[in-house]
């Protein structure tokens, strides 16, 4: 399942003569002048001759522009047109699944479907003996050179959305620089929107900037200030006057006054912006406002930061436009494809578009007039003193505010609604902080290492356009050496070449490989899918205590992994015995179940059996029902073993104090024990005291039966939680 483009089966003149007969097509020559007004065809000799005298060549612009749809096209037919067709070899990477599909359809598209596009994701690719350009993840090519191909047949890498620094991007371009030396006749290029590009130039040793100038239309900006003295939206009843001895409330109040803002809006102003969370009825009267005042309808983008914002604000701003013309979508990495192609189609009335920041650069949409910042979004920072990572909600940054303003002005002049502040968004970051710089290293850690065994890891990685704290790479080390990846001397263990290979988290892939050896392949392939998908029970804001009833239904041996796997197998149940898809559907609308999730892990549950037999774990022919891999598949106590071989040392102590069944109630003849949740301690094997999250299947747990819990997750908000806790007992 390797490989890039082949296309040795075809002489150059063939390709030559295929490319000119679809040239002459009509249907090219509309799509070639529909794209003609792509800014980025003006930059296209200019494009090439960089590209002829220069290994690497950088390209800014911004989005929407034609850097990802247009320039693998030229760089193809300039090939073509010269009759070194058959040399052509192009990978295209993308930061997220979702984009590289929708890409490679659209350039397909353009091409009139002649087979020269493909893509490739994990598990997943659509590609032929024709294709020469092919859309693929990061990870897909870290995968190939982490197998050691060196991308021989490969002539060029385009690397886009660099400006994005996930690790995998930084990891691939800390790889790129080095093939470059092995590789004589590749060519990079690097694709970013105008952010940041400077770091780049200079890691490639000055390597030269190709810039396309942009031909955004003009977007008013609307600030908090002006959004809430133009729409009056005066959520609590204005407190004039009262708080104005305080010192800094009166100079938060002249200044407004001074602007002419009215006594209701400056109260206003100055409680949304002492508060944290996210006004959502501001965003529906921002709305609400565009819609009613608006000469004609158009798109609107609200930025939010998470999928949950994104529900509660579309609950909120539903109901104002029951009877209106208008479609209402989400949008984010996890939807379905079919579901995120909703939103390319062109509506009549009012398209309302509430989305996370994927819409931010990599996907264009081009009815967009309007679009509403609330500002926010959601980051992991990783302190490797105590090895916790927690999920900070954030302003954005400049560069990302600027990114998301541009959206509106696409096709015509636009306007930006910003839930923020002028003077908020003078402390804002200026620029994202690299992923690599706050994250756990372990993983990548890993791949270099398997990569590279001779080469000391830590050095490598200081290599990196921004290289890692020193605290953290150590830290990631000494983890490995606890998963058994790699041993006191410091060599890669085989283990640790196998938890390698398979596309999930390490302590995971350690379950996997645990599994096969044990022989009870099927539920921990549930098991390991369930754990890297979203949450399988959905637990939403106002029923939150049925949602919880739900999932205590499936409760079942001390565990939340199992009580999962419990659900999923009667999901799945259903299926085998001939339910119909509204049966299905039911069945998973009565319990809280999520739909997308319980799709997800069957397909995460094929990719990884696929991985496991490539990796010779499993026959290649065998399903995962095969009997010789499930001989203990229903041995409970087993697969907690392995549950526990996988996660460990992630395993954590239950004191239960000796007087815990108060006297009073005793005498009373009610031993029931009340809040049981606070009766117990549990402290973490290494650090201490830590709590279970309350939507554990173990949170108030009255009988322990054993003293010892295993879990998968642990992080930092108001106390340090555990998540995904199993008990652990003796005797399989
Ligand atoms: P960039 O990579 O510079 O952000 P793209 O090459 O992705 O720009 O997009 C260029 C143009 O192609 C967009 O402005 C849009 O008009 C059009 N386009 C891109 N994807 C699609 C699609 N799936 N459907 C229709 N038009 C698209
Ligand atoms: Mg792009």
């Not at 760089?75 to 930061?95: C, N, Y």
């Not at 993840?137 to 400006?163: A, F, K, N, Q, W």
């Not at 991007?169 to 590009?197: C, Q, R, V, W, Y």
């Not at 914002?309 to 104002?320: F, G, M, N, T």
Request: with cysteine.
């Amino acid at each position: 399942r390797q490989g890039g483009p082949r296309c040795d089966k075809f002489s150059d003149k063939q390709i030559r003569e295929e490319f000119e007969t679809m040239c002459r097509q009509d249907k090219y020559a509309e799509m070639l002048a529909m794209r003609k007004k792509l800014p980025a065809f003006a930059a296209k000799e200019d494009f090439l001759r960089q590209l002829e005298k220069n290994r690497v060549v950088v390209v800014v612009g911004e989005t929407g522009c034609g850097k990802t749809t247009q320039l693998p096209q030229f760089i193809l037919d300039a090939l073509i047109e010269s009759d070194k067709g058959s040399t052509a070899s192009i990978l295209v990477t993308q930061p997220r699944r979702i984009s590289a599909i929708s890409v490679a359809s659209r350039v397909s598209a353009e091409r009139l479907e002649d087979g020269s596009v493909g893509y490739a994701i994990r598990g997943e690719s659509k590609r032929t003996d024709k294709t020469k350009l092919l859309f693929c993840t990061t990870g897909v090519v870290l995968r190939r050179l982490g197998s050691g191909d060196i991308l021989r047949g490969v002539s060029h890498v385009m690397v886009d959305e660099v400006h994005e620094r996930s690790v995998d991007g930084d990891f691939l371009l800390l790889e790129l620089k080095e093939l470059l030396k092995k590789h004589p006749s590749l060519k990079i290029i690097l694709m970013s929107a105008t952010i940041n590009h400077e770091t780049f130039i200079k890691y490639f040793n000055d390597a030269p900037l190709l810039t396309i100038p942009g031909f955004a239309h003009p977007v008013t900006d609307k600030y908090l200030e002006d959004a809430i003295s133009l729409i009056k939206y005066h959520p609590s009843a204005p407190r004039a006057g009262k708080k104005k001895t305080d010192n800094a409330m009166k100079a938060f109040w002249d200044e407004y006054k001074s602007l002419g803002l009215d006594d209701a809006s400056i109260t206003a102003l100055h409680n949304i912006t002492r508060s944290d969370g996210i006004d959502y009825h501001l965003i529906a009267a921002i709305v609400n406002h565009i819609a009613s005042t608006a000469e004609k309808c158009g798109g609107i983008l609200i930025f939010l930061p998470g999928v949950q914002e994104i529900r509660q604000c579309i609950d909120v701003i539903r109901p104002l436009f029951a009877g209106r013309k208008a479609d209402i979508f989400p949008l984010h990495a996890n939807l379905s494809s079919e579901e995120q192609r909703r939103v390319f189609v062109k509506t009549p009335g009012w398209k309302i578009i509430a989305t996370t920041n994927v819409a931010e650069t990599s996907i264009t949409i081009d009815d967009v007039i309007y679009v509403v910042d609330a500002g926010k979004v959601k980051e992991t920072q990783y302190d490797p003193d105590t090895g916790l990572s927690r999920l900070v909600e954030q302003w954005v940054t400049h560069a990302a505010a600027r990114q998301r303003r541009g959206r509106a002005g696409r096709t015509q002049p636009g306007v930006c609604y910003k839930l923020y502040t002028r003077k908020q968004e003078l402390n804002m970051a200026k620029f994202p902080v690299p992923e690599i710089l706050r994250v756990p290293l372990e993983s990548i850690s890993l791949t270099v290492k398997v990569m590279r065994e001779e080469e000391d890891v830590k050095l490598f990685l200081s290599r990196a356009i921004d290289p890692p704290k020193v605290a953290a790479m150590e830290r990631a080390w000494s983890i490995l050496q606890e998963l058994g990846a790699v041993d006191e001397a410091g060599r890669l263990t085989p283990l640790g070449r196998h938890m390698s290979a398979l596309p999930v988290d390490l302590r995971l892939a350690k379950m996997l490989i645990l599994a096969t050896v044990f022989q009870c392949l099927n539920p921990v392939l549930t098991i390991v899918a369930t754990l890297s998908s979203k949450p399988l029970f959905l637990s939403p804001m106002d029923k939150r205590d049925e949602a919880a009833q739900a999932r205590a239904r499936f409760s079942t041996g001390g565990s939340d992994l199992l009580t999962d796997l419990r659900a999923y197998d009667e999901c799945h149940g259903l299926r085998s015995k001939g339910q119909g898809q509204a049966a299905i559907r039911s069945f998973c609308e009565q319990n809280f179940i999520s739909t997308t999730t319980i799709r997800d892990i069957t397909t995460l549950r094929n990719d990884f059996v696929l991985s496991l037999a490539d990796m010779g774990f499993i026959p290649l022919s065998s399903t995962p029902s095969t009997s010789a891999l499930n001989k203990n598949s229903e041995n409970l106590n087993l697969i907690k073993a392995v549950i526990l071989g996988g996660l460990w040392p992630h395993v954590a102590r239950v004191h239960l104090p000796s007087n815990r069944i108060k006297f009073d109630k005793v005498q009373a003849g009610t031993i029931q024990r009340e809040n049981t949740a606070k009766e117990y301690k549990i402290f973490d094997l290494r650090e201490g005291r830590v709590f279970l999250h309350p939507g554990s299947v173990l949170f108030g747990e009255a009988v322990w039966k054993s003293p010892f819990l295993v879990y998968f997750h642990k992080y930092l908000s108001s106390k340090v939680f555990l998540r995904d806790a199993t008990e652990v007992c003796g005797g399989i």
